[in-house]
């Protein structure tokens, strides 16, 4: 079975987590202020599209006010916030980061949604968490940094009330990576593992999962990181000014990399969805 190695923080997009905090500074808000979920739309969202990709989760999984949702790499806890402030319903946040996990912690508190959503700092290889109770499962781009994907599957799988569903957005290879790709890919993006689209569906089903669904989601990803470069380059003066040139040239580097292996093409993007049998 593949072992993690070296350390998620050399993935360059988890470093400098104070620069939320300095950006809401720079809007004049103290600490101790309350926020607006929304508000917080450009800064606590890791994943691709943003709110936009979190209102189309709750609608397929059909989320309700009495539903129990678990986040898996809940990071900054955007999603979460989202969730809980448009269906109500109650959420386990899973996060492995202690500095991501006491910030996310912070902004629900200071959005008033500490009744609603629990963040815990764990692994979710052996976090406790209770069987068969949530009815569903989320994680967005997390699994990608855990390659001993046979149990984590089996993990969300026991987690979900039989009929559950559960939503994941993954990379997946379109091709071969080469070797220095492998290196950026291990280094820069804390991927270790890197399945093909028909392995990853084998997979999911091999967990028990069924009515499974892949969606490949690599030009959307690939358009999407290549603005998101372009437009972090265009904001570099007022960027170094709030956050150091330290911070901007982790990010234009990270930016840059995710760019690259999408744009050569090594890279997919995946939205995968599927259901647990029962009722």
Not at 33 to 55: C, F, I, K, N
Not at 213 to 238: I, K, N
Request: proline content about 3%; some cysteine.
């Amino acid at each position: 079975m593949p072992k993690r190695t070296g350390t998620i923080k050399t993935m360059k997009l988890y470093q400098h987590v104070e620069r939320v905090e300095r950006e809401l500074d720079e809007q004049g808000l103290s600490d101790s202020d309350a926020l607006e979920v929304e508000a917080l739309e450009t800064l606590d969202q890791l994943h691709y599209h943003g709110r936009s990709a979190v209102l189309e989760a709750i609608e397929w999984l059909e989320l309700r006010p009495d539903s129990r949702f678990l986040d898996i790499g809940s990071g900054l806890g955007g999603p979460a916030r989202v969730i809980a402030s448009e269906v109500g319903c109650q959420v386990t946040a899973v996060e492995l980061q202690d500095d991501l996990n006491r910030l996310a912690q912070s902004l629900t508190r200071r959005c008033g949604l500490d009744d609603r959503i629990e963040h815990r700092r764990a692994d979710i290889l052996t976090a406790s968490l209770p069987s068969s109770e949530f009815n569903a499962v989320v994680s967005w781009l997390t699994f990608l940094h855990i390659p001993e994907r046979e149990s984590l599957l089996t993990r969300c799988f026991r987690r979900l009330k039989p009929g559950g569903r559960i939503l994941v957005e993954d990379f997946f290879a379109r091709r071969e990576p080469s070797e220095e790709e492998r290196e950026l890919l291990a280094h820069e993006v804390y991927c270790q593992r890197l399945d093909t689209l028909d392995d990853y569906h084998d997979l999911i089903e091999e967990a028990g999962f069924d009515q499974v669904q892949c969606h490949d989601m690599s030009a959307s990803w690939t358009g999407f990181v290549a603005e998101r470069l372009e437009a972090f380059r265009q904001d570099q003066g007022r960027f170094s000014r709030v956050h150091g040139n330290d911070a901007y040239q982790a990010l234009e580097t990270f930016y840059s990399v995710m760019n690259g292996l999408f744009s050569s093409g090594a890279l997919g993007g995946l939205r995968w969805t599927a259901r647990r049998p029962g009722a």
